[in-house]
Every structure is written in structure tokens, then in C-alpha cells.
């Protein structure tokens, strides 16, 4: 009997409702199997990560907004590269921000890309694609 496969599980940090539905919309855009798991703040993510490797699988893929209440994305990032069950997991930092200090600190983090937050639709829609490739590239990883 073949045994099936679990969609990858993406945890998505971000408190903006309108940004979710467009994060959504571009994984179901490009066809991206997924199990999505979301939290609106910092705070949450942090609970979230300190549970992984004990209990609670580490995700494939992490959609991070860097301007998160209660506790910033850079920070998120941090501890998740602290977490030794999942310090491997690739991130996508979203944000409005264009700051090259922001990018700077993602990149010495180890966040996989940076993924500017457009105004249309169309560009935003993209995100789907970067998810796609940014998965299967850590499934062909040895």
C-alpha cells in the first residue's frame, strides 16, 4: 500500500488579514499543496517554535512578516535559527519594507529571500512561485 505523503507545512507570521488571503491565494495560484498554519504576532511564533521538534513538527517553509507585533520578525528569525530541530528550515521574510538594513539583518540571519510586499495583485500572486521552487529545492536536498 503506498504510503502518503503529507502536504508541507508552511507557518505564516503575519497580522495583516488582507496579506493572508494573499498569501493563500498565491500558493492555491501556483499549486502549492500545503497544510497553512498561521499566527498574528511575534509572541505567538515564539510559542511556536519553542513546541517544534518536541510535539509539534517543524514546518518546510517559513512566510515571515518582519513588522510583527508584540515581538519583530528579526527576532522570530532569530530564535527559530536557535531552535536546533528546525534552524534548518528556509524562511521567507515579507514586508512593505525596502530598508537595506532590514535586508542586511534577514540575510546574516539566514532568511532564503526577501520578498517585498507589492501593491498589485499580479506581483504579489509571485509569491506562490518563489514558495514553489524554495520547497522543492529542500526536497531534492540531501
Do not use: W
Not at 488579514?17 to 497553512?36: I, M, N, P, T, W
Not at 517543524?58 to 513588522?67: A, G, K, Y
Not at 529571500?113 to 514553489?132: I, N, S
Amino acid at each position: 500500500m503506498p504510503v502518503a505523503l503529507e502536504p508541507p507545512f508552511i507557518l505564516l507570521a503575519e497580522d495583516n488579514q488582507a496579506d493572508v488571503y494573499l498569501v493563500r491565494k498565491s500558493l492555491e495560484e501556483h499549486g502549492v499543496g500545503h497544510e497553512l498554519r498561521t499566527v498574528k504576532d511575534g509572541e505567538d511564533a515564539l510559542r511556536l517554535i519553542a513546541e517544534m521538534g518536541s510535539g509539534i513538527r517543524c514546518p518546510e517553509l517559513v512566510l515571515l512578516d518582519l513588522n510583527l507585533p508584540k515581538v519583530g520578525g528579526s527576532e522570530v528569525l532569530e530564535r527559530l535559527r536557535e531552535n536546533p530541530e528546525c534552524a534548518h528550515v528556509p524562511v521567507i521574510v515579507l514586508t512593505s519594507s525596502d530598508s537595506p538594513d532590514d535586508r542586511g539583518d534577514t540575510v546574516r540571519l539566514g532568511a532564503r529571500a526577501y520578498f517585498r510586499k507589492p501593491m498589485q495583485l499580479d506581483a504579489f500572486l509571485q509569491l506562490g512561485e518563489l514558495v514553489r521552487r524554495i520547497l522543492g529545492e529542500a526536497s531534492n536536498a540531501p
